[in-house]
Structures are given as C-alpha cells and as structure tokens.
C-alpha cells in the first residue's frame, strides 16, 4: 500500500462558515436521474418498457423534476422522450429534463427531442475540472469557460425552436468537486449571464460531485461558497449532485443542503455510476426521521424495491437503509427484548411520537412488517421467542417461561447454525410444552368441602397405565398437586402461575402457565390449553410434571427421570 501517491484536494478558504450551525427544516427540489445518470451505468440499459415504468413510478411517488434521459448519445433515450410527449404521458406538474453536452449538433439533437414538451429543463454540462482541463481537453480555464458560455448561447439559440415550450437551463460544471471553487463560480455566473432570464425565472446550477474526491465537510465548504460568492445567486437555484465513490454521498448531499443547496438529483436506491449516485430514498427518509415530510411518497417501500430492481436488474442490498430486507430485523436476544418492550411502552403510553429502541423508524411506516422484526437464530434470546410467540401464535408466556424455552431454541440453532421461523418456534414450543407426554389426564371430579376446602379426583394414565389420584386441598389446582404429590412420592409446589384467553367469542380457549419447583430448587414451566379454565391449569401441571422427565431442557438431577424415557 502507498497512500504518499494520494493526496487530498486543496482546501476552501471558508472562513465563519455557516452551515454547521444550519438544520434542515424543509424538502429539497427533488430530480431524479434515474432514466439518465442511473440508466447510463446499467449493465443492460433499460428499454422503453422499463424506462415508462420507472418513470410513472417516479410519477407517482411525487417527482416533479425528472432527467429522462440523454437523447443526442441514445437513439433508445430519443425514442423514450418522443413516446412521453407524443403519448401525453407527462402530468401537467411534471417537468422532463434532458442532459446534454456542450457541443452544438448535440444540443440541436436534444432540442429536436423535446419538440411539444409542455415545460422542459436544457441540462447542458461540460467538465470544468483542473485535472480533465490538463490531460484529457489541453484547454486553459479561460478555453473551458469560453466553451460553457458557447455552450449556453447554443441552447438559447436551439430553444428558440421550442415555442410553447417553457424552458429552464440547467447548467453543471462537471467534476466541480474537483475544480477551483472560484473559478468554478465564475464559469456560473458567466453561464447565467450568457443565459440571461426573464425576471423571476431562474437558472439551475448543479454542482456534482462527480467523483466523490474529499470528506463531506468539504463538499459543504464548496457549496456554501459558491452560496455565498455567485454574484447571481438570486437567479440561479443550486442543485446537487453527489456520486458515492466514498460512500458519503448521503451525508454530502445533507451538509450541503445546511450549507445553501435548493435541489437534489439523485436516484432510487442509488443507482448510478460506479459506486452509484445518491440515494434519494434514503436523504428524503433520513428528513422524514427528523420530523420533515420530504414531499416523496415512501409508504410502500418494498413495491419500490421490486420496481427499481426489475427496472435496473440490480438487487437492493438486504442491509441497504430503509429498504433493506434485514434492517428492520434484530436477531441479537438484548435488541429484542428492548424492541419487545419498546413496542409495549408506545402502546401503553401513547407516545405521539415513535420511540422504539433499535428502530430509528416505524417499519409500517415504509410499508414493512413488524413481523421480520424479530428474527431467531442462535444470537436470540427470551425476549425475541416471547415476541413470536405472543405476536404470531397468541401465547402471552411468563417471563420464566421464556428464559427457559429460549434455551431449548438455542441448542437448536446451535447445533444447526440456522434461523428458525416463527412457524418453527411454535412447533418447538408445541413440542416442548403442550404434545402429550408421561402423564396424561383423563378425567376428574371436583367436590366443594366447604369455602375453603375441595376435592380434586383426577385420572390420570402414567405411561399408558391408568392410575386415580384423589386429594383435598384450598382449591382445585391445590388439591390436585396433593394428589399428584402423594402419588407420585413428589415435594413439588407451584412457583408460578399465569392464564390468558386465546382468541375471542365461543372459540376462545384458556392457556394456563404453571412452573413447579422441585425440593432441590429446580424447576420446571409447563403450559395447558383448553375450553374449560381449570382443565387447561390442571394439564399445565402435567406439562410441567412431564418436563422434569429425561425430556426436559436442564440437566439438573430432578426427581422424575425413568428408564423408559431416557
Ligand atoms: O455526475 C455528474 O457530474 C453528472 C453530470 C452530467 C451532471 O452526471
Ligand atoms: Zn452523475
């Protein structure tokens, strides 16, 4: 490695600069670049059946300004643009744009593309970089900025053509993050000039980071100082343009829009040269995150993916902001147990705004699921089982019984190294809890002895072998742990003990919790399910009697262990 062959690019003479000290109180002027910039970098260039997808797409989510394409250097982009006016397939609040070089065949080409287009925006460019002026061009600054005001003449002269049209000229000094910034800003007030709008109209200057060359501060320091020198600036809205070689182009694009920007081009998901352009889902989602409304329709995240990845042929990366199938998922058991609990505190307070740990943004909000939330795989814990379990299948288990059935999921996700689904955990939990085990209750009979006292005759079958167990105790459920005790020579007593509904009307069933204590400490949960209360506690009793059998999760040395199941 040799970093000394690098260097960073000259800094901006800045002093008091004031973007630092901004925030963003209000959406940008969005442009997507999607059919143009992203287009251009596609390895199967998009047809015009996916291009008039993407754009009703970009349509619909609320862009006003969309790059159609670059009709002088594709005849496919030419036809694209011709079938959009010709076919009145552009709203009446939607303006087309169209980028071209600074040569005038192309401009009169591109001009001739947008024949009868209602409003249309004249993107011309040519790069004003130090390094391109040298070795790619051999033209000194005055050659370049000549070449930018030749430019705008040629397109104002071309325009003339587009009567009925209503025309904005958007100008970029290509690569500016790598051109001197005054002389950058002189070759734009030299191209509004030339330009020359009508009172109240203005010209757009985009200022690209072409290459992304430097740290996003600077690329502020830039902006702000083309803010605040171009002698212009009433007549000129600044727009930007940032590529991710670096992969800052979103914090770019944010500190420049502290630092004076009006306008932002970018692409969805961010597509686009190299390492891509700026990712407009992202920017407008990360205002939408500090309580601004980007003015884009973001509700449906997951059909945007699909459209943008049939239109690109590009995946979107399960990680990618937003929209990344795993970023609303937490498979780490701390990160769960905080969402769980987020969650359960935005319903019980009220809480006007969304406050969930680990979830920067409410994923229904962009269309996602809660359920991929919480994902089980051997990082989970009690919390992400507790979640499933209550979310997907109904069952609101005590806390003690969610430690001690997370444990039985992960010695199976340990010893798989896989994810289970929620489908999975509630069949392990079925398993575990409620298939029927060593003991078995068959029927039984409560007397009431008095206020106080009953007796509980229950039968039972031990392994297939009926047996009859008959005690009294202060309560049917006591009384029946008598009679298992007695029977069974056990010194067990319920620790713990919960019940819930499942489901609702006359189809509702009782689930009852119990955990039972051995004398030497150990424990063991179990769970019962049924129409009637007391038969769904009594069997939770056995669930949990079955649990300190062979099959049960910790090796502890309860009393119940037999031949026949181990
Ligand atoms: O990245 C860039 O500089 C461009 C220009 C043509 C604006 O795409
Ligand atoms: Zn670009």
């Known amino acids: 490695m040799q970093a000394r062959r690098y260097r960073p690019i000259p800094l901006v003479s800045l002093p008091q600069r004031a973007w630092p000290d901004q925030e963003i109180t209000a959406a940008p002027i969005w442009c997507s670049v999607d059919l143009r910039d992203g287009n251009q970098a596609l390895v199967e260039p998009m047809g015009s059946d996916r291009k008039l997808l993407l754009f009703e797409t970009l349509v619909k989510m609320g862009f006003k300004e969309i790059e159609v394409g670059f009709p002088a250097a594709s005849q496919t982009d030419f036809d694209f643009v011709r079938q959009l006016i010709e076919e009145h397939r552009i ?240 498979f780490s058991g701390s990160h769960q147990d905080a969402i769980r609990k987020g969650l359960e505190a935005m319903k019980q307070e009220k809480n006007p705004y969304w406050e969930v740990p680990y979830l920067p943004i409410d994923p229904a909000d962009v269309g996602r699921q809660y359920e991929p939330i919480i994902r089980i795989n051997s990082q989970s814990g009690k919390g992400g089982v507790a979640f499933l379990l209550e979310q997907d299948h109904g069952f609101a288990v005590p806390k003690a019984l969610a430690q001690e059935f997370s444990q039985v999921v992960q010695r199976i996700t340990d010893r798989t190294g896989e994810e289970l689904s929620s489908d999975q955990v509630f069949e392990t939990f079925e398993r575990e809890y409620l298939s029927l085990g060593r003991f078995e209750l068959t029927d039984y009979e409560t007397h009431r002895l008095s206020r106080e006292k009953c007796r509980m005759t229950a039968t039972l079958l031990d392994r297939g072998t009926k047996v009859v167990i008959q005690a009294e105790g202060n309560g049917p459920i006591d009384a029946f742990l008598h009679a298992f005790q007695e029977t069974f020579n056990l010194d067990v007593h319920v620790s713990d003990y919960s019940e819930h509904a499942l489901g609702r009307g006359e189809g509702a069933e009782a689930i009852a919790y119990v955990m039972l204590r051995l004398a030497d400490g150990s424990s063991r949960c179990g769970v019962g399910r049924h129409a009637d209360i007391l038969e769904a506690s009594l069997q939770a009793v056995l669930s949990s009697a079955n649990r300190l059998d062979d099959r049960s999760p910790v090796e502890d040395g309860s009393g119940l262990r037999t031949e026949a199941a181990s």
């Not at 950058?184 to 290459?211: F, Q």
């Not at 740290?215 to 809205?237: F, G, K």
């Open 91 to 330: 709203p009446a609040d939607v303006t087309i744009q169209v980028l071209t070089q600074a040569r005038e065949s192309l401009i009169n080409r591109t001009v001739e593309a947008v024949q009868g287009a209602p409003r249309v925006i004249l993107h011309l460019y040519n790069s004003t970089s130090t390094l391109q002026r040298r070795v790619v061009f051999g033209l000194d600054q005055a050659a370049v900025l000549d070449l930018a005001i030749q430019g705008t003449q040629w397109v104002k002269q071309a325009a003339k053509a587009l009567t009925g049209s209503q025309v904005t000229l958007e100008y970029s000094p290509e690569s500016f993050t790598s051109t001197e910034v005054d002389y950058a800003t002189e070759v734009c007030d030299a191209v509004i000039e030339a330009w020359a709008p009508a009172p109240g109209e203005k010209v757009i200057l985009n200022l690209p980071a072409t290459v992304e060359v430097t740290t996003p501060n600077r690329y502020a320091d830039q902006i702000e100082y083309v803010h605040r020198n171009l002698r212009h600036r009433d007549q000129a809205l600044i727009s930007i343009h940032t590529h991710n070689d670096r992969g800052c182009s979103v914090a770019a694009t944010e500190l420049a829009l502290l630092a004076g920007a009006d306008r932002v081009e970018g692409t969805l998901f961010g597509n686009g040269e190299r390492t891509g352009n700026v990712d407009v889902v992202t920017v407008a989602l990360n205002l939408y995150t500090q309580g601004v409304d980007p003015g884009l329709d973001l509700s449906n995240l997951p059909a945007l993916v699909k459209v943008a990845e049939h239109c690109n042929r590009l995946p979107v990366p399960a990680r990618h902001p937003y929209a990344g199938e795993l970023v609303f998922t937490a």
